[in-house]
Nanobody
Framework: VQLQASGGGLVQAGGSLRLSCAAS????????MGWFRQAPGKEREFVAH????????YYADSVKGRFTISRDNAKNTVYLQMNSLKPEDTAVYYC??????????????????WGQGTQVTVSS
């Protein structure tokens, strides 16, 4: 699976952005999809994940109520709608795909494939 993230940019605090991650291959619907982010000098951290059919979604506490993850299996694409952005949301955002086997998908180790990242910068 190859992943291509897009949609990042520069936005003022309180604004919105929508990230997209397009996947190649015919097995997209068999993967759990996640979004992670990495700020300068910090570890890559979990943001959100969505299971194969979208039936289970989980968010990091820091983005809960502001971000929404969704997927369109017909388009092989996962989205991250980000509202009420804060300067602390500034980071490179990565999408990732992992085979489903149950359990916790907030760990990077659960994902086999990663996109190249897209920069999100939120100005104050």
């Amino acid at each position: 699976v190859q992943l291509q993230a897009s949609g990042g940019g520069l936005v003022q605090a309180g604004g919105s952005l929508r990230l997209s991650c397009a996947a190649s291959g015919r097995t997209f619907s068999s993967y759990v999809m996640g979004w992670f982010r990495q700020a300068p000098g910090k570890e890559r951290e979990f943001v959100a994940h969505i299971t194969r059919s979208g039936g289970s979604i989980y968010y990091a506490d820091s983005v809960k109520g502001r971000f929404t993850i969704s997927r369109d299996n017909a388009k092989n694409t996962v989205y991250l709608q980000m509202n009420s952005l804060k300067p602390e949301d500034t980071a490179v955002y990565y999408c990732a795909a992992g085979p489903y086997s149950g359990g916790d998908y907030s760990s990077r180790r659960r994902y086999d494939y990663w996109g190249q990242g897209t920069q999100v910068t939120v100005s104050s």
